[in-house]
């Protein structure tokens, strides 16, 4: 049988398995190893070099995606300081996503007794308290005290309605705030990114209203 035929079956025939993957990398690498073969039967035996440009095209961007897939999943280094709440807020992110939405933020100081939240005020970000602890308090009475790693008025932000409590600041308090430029970044340009933020969001809903149940 001709090694040609063969190559570029072959080749067929991985760009075809490929599409039965879940796992985006190793789609990339089925493609990849597809493409590459069927460059080998178009340059060197069918030397048919208008197919052999577009062939190398596609491994070359196949190559740069799998490269860059594996830089994302790579571990790196999270400081000691905010690796507890990596591992109780953010572990479904990877240390690159998760360190890359952290530097997005923006970390604040506030006093004891600031109000952080003002009850019925439409938040157009999102915030994490990080230092501290927070009193959550409607018509003069105390709902819930949050404490660090927990997010701040989320569900404002989420349904665009006003915040339905104050959040005042119970002694000296530190929170990351990410601005709603921000989250439209990611939202608008990384899918995946933004749907695994949302899920997080949830998580801590879905946390705080076991909470409120208990209490």
Do not use: C, H
């Amino acid at each position: 049988m001709d090694i040609g035929f063969i190559l570029l079956n072959v080749g067929y025939l991985l760009n075809l398995v490929a599409l039965g993957f879940r796992e985006i990398l190793w789609i990339r690498i089925l493609l990849t190893l597809g493409y590459f073969l069927r460059f080998i039967t178009q340059s060197y035996i069918e030397q048919n070099m208008d197919s052999s440009f577009w062939m190398i095209v596609f491994v070359a961007i196949n190559l740069y995606q799998i490269v860059r897939i594996v830089n994302e999943r790579r571990k790196r280094y999270i400081e000691p300081k905010i690796f507890d709440i990596y591992e109780s807020v953010f572990k479904s992110l990877s240390t690159f996503e998760f360190l890359t939405f952290w530097k997005m933020g923006l970390i604040k100081n506030v006093a004891n007794g600031v109000t952080i939240i003002k009850k019925d005020k439409k938040l157009n970000s999102i915030l994490l308290l990080i230092n501290g602890k927070v009193n959550v308090k409607s018509e003069g009475k105390s709902i819930a005290f949050l404490p660090r790693g927990s997010f701040i008025g989320e569900i404002s932000y989420i349904t665009k309605e006003g915040a339905s409590a104050n959040v005042i600041a119970d002694g000296d308090a530190t929170y990351i705030e990410w601005t709603n430029k921000e989250l439209m970044k990611i939202k608008n340009s990384k899918k995946i990114f933004w749907t695994k933020i949302q899920n997080i969001l949830l998580n801590d809903l879905i946390i705080k209203l076991k909470r409120s149940s208990i209490n």
